[in-house]
């Protein structure tokens, strides 16, 4: 037999032991793969804040505590609790619970530190949530400054708190609800604070639950509210 006969009838056997040899190594590394690795889904990235942070000025904060006529045996919730100024001040002052929500990571930390120097650990806590997504139902009073959008995007939530439960908005109102109460607040503007807001007026919405339905703008045009 020739030499190229040779190559030609050994070439076989080499072919298909390479392809054995990448089959089983394919395997290993299938077998290697942790059970549902492959299928896992990615990591969640954080959620960025709605809004843009900026303080309620103690006065207003203040005012809107007064307006929210608390008691005791009040659960006070805030949604975007920003520094914890409202839960803290409603601890100290009213000696009721409070929780604070944020999703910004340094809004949290900011919160904490506040209800740490004010000692009012026992009845402040802080937790970063998404606000969207709670059970509001604990609450008896809520406070707002986020925006109309959001405002209206959490009436869900919102028509299942208690009946009596308090909601009061910093400057912004809630679209298809008939606030019970509007104040508008002057502030001296010494507060470091006043340097973010372009006037010195703040107004303030109050909701009772369960409030009153207010026709959308259009229909009031069309002399269809009641």
Same mark, same amino acid.
Not at 7 to 22: A, E, K, V
Not at 35 to 42: H, I, L, S
Not at 126 to 147: N, S
């Given at each position: 037999?020739?030499?190229?006969?040779?190559?030609?009838?050994?070439?076989?056997?080499?072919?298909?032991?390479?392809?054995?040899?990448?089959?089983?190594?394919?395997?290993?590394?299938?077998?290697?793969?942790?059970?549902?690795?492959?299928?896992?889904?990615?990591?969640?990235?954080?959620?960025?804040?709605? %809004?843009?942070?900026?303080?309620? !000025?103690?006065?207003? +904060?203040?005012? &809107?505590? =007064?307006?929210?006529?608390? /008691? @005791? $045996?009040?659960?006070?919730?805030?949604?975007?609790?920003?520094?914890?100024?409202?839960?803290?001040?409603?601890?100290?002052?009213?000696?009721?619970?409070?929780?604070?929500?944020?999703?910004?990571?340094?809004?949290?930390?900011?919160?904490?530190?506040?209800?740490?120097?004010?000692?009012?650990?026992?009845?402040?806590?802080?937790?970063?949530?998404?606000?969207?997504?709670?059970?509001?139902?604990?609450?008896?009073? %809520?406070?707002?400054?986020?925006? !109309?959008?959001?405002? +209206?995007?959490? &009436?869900? =939530?919102?028509?299942?708190? /208690? @009946? $009596?439960?308090?909601?009061?908005?910093?400057?912004?109102?809630?679209?298809?609800?008939?606030?019970?109460?509007?104040?508008?607040?002057?502030?001296?503007?010494?507060?470091?604070?006043?340097?973010?807001?372009?006037?010195?007026?703040?107004?303030?919405?109050?909701?009772?639950?369960?409030?009153?339905?207010?026709?959308?703008?259009?229909?009031?045009?069309?002399?269809?509210?009641?």
């Amino acid at each position: 037999m020739s030499d190229s006969m040779k190559s030609q009838t050994s070439s076989p056997p080499f072919t298909l032991l390479n392809s054995l040899r990448i089959t089983l190594a394919a395997l290993s590394l299938l077998l290697a793969i942790p059970a549902g690795a492959a299928d896992a889904p990615a990591k969640d990235t954080p959620k960025r804040p709605d %809004v843009v942070y900026v303080p309620t !000025p103690q006065a207003v +904060v203040d005012k &809107m505590l =007064q307006m929210a006529a608390i /008691k @005791p $045996g009040d659960v006070v919730y805030d949604l975007g609790c920003g520094d914890g100024r409202v839960v803290v001040t409603a601890a100290k002052r009213y000696g009721v619970k409070a929780a604070g929500f944020d999703i910004d990571p340094a809004r949290i930390k900011e919160s904490l530190a506040n209800v740490h120097t004010n000692k009012v650990e026992h009845l402040v806590s802080i937790q970063q949530k998404d606000i969207f997504t709670l059970d509001l139902r604990e609450a008896t009073v %809520v406070f707002l400054y986020l925006l !109309p959008s959001l405002n +209206v995007r959490l &009436m869900p =939530q919102l028509e299942k708190l /208690k @009946p $009596g439960s308090r909601i009061v908005s910093h400057d912004f109102d809630m679209r298809g609800a008939k606030p019970l109460q509007v104040v508008t607040v002057t502030t001296d503007g010494d507060e470091g604070d006043e340097g973010d807001f372009e006037s010195n007026e703040h107004i303030l919405y109050k909701w009772v639950v369960p409030w009153q339905k207010e026709a959308p703008d259009s229909d009031k045009k069309a002399g269809n509210s009641k």
